[in-house]
Nanobody
Framework: QVQLVESGGGLVQPVRSLRFSCAALGFTLISYSMRWYRQAPGKEREWVATISYSVGTTNYADSVKGRFTISRDNAKNTVYLQMNSLKPDDTAVYYC????????WGQGTQVTVSS
């Protein structure tokens, strides 16, 4: 059974850092592209970052480029989102996602950036 299990959210002050984890269950992560999305209050869900299958090419939304890093640990079958220099505008629920024969999403994890 395919599952994506997220962890790592919380309350953080501006300019600080936070890292999300997304553990892939039921499939081998390196064989599929993985994406992070976020949804801020009152806004539509937006794409944040992608790491491609196999070679692991990464792409980022302009709003997070240079601050966020998507990566994966193949041995742990886990994808990460390292978020640095956080801003209040980064406050959102973050989701990991992958197409594994169907569209799968993590449960979502809240990040609140506030002083």
């Amino acid at each position: 059974q395919v599952q994506l299990v997220e962890s790592g959210g919380g309350l953080v002050q501006p300019v600080r850092s936070l890292r999300f984890s997304c553990a892939a269950l039921g499939f081998t992560l390196i064989s599929y592209s993985m994406r992070w999305y976020r949804q801020a209050p009152g806004k539509e869900r937006e794409w944040v970052a992608t790491i491609s299958y196999s070679v692991g090419t990464t792409n980022y939304a302009d709003s997070v480029k240079g601050r966020f890093t998507i990566s994966r640990d193949n041995a742990k079958n886990t994808v990460y989102l390292q978020m640095n220099s956080l801003k209040p505008d980064d406050t959102a629920v973050y989701y990991c996602s992958s197409w594994v024969g169907d569209d799968y999403w993590g449960q979502g994890t809240q990040v609140t950036v506030s002083s």
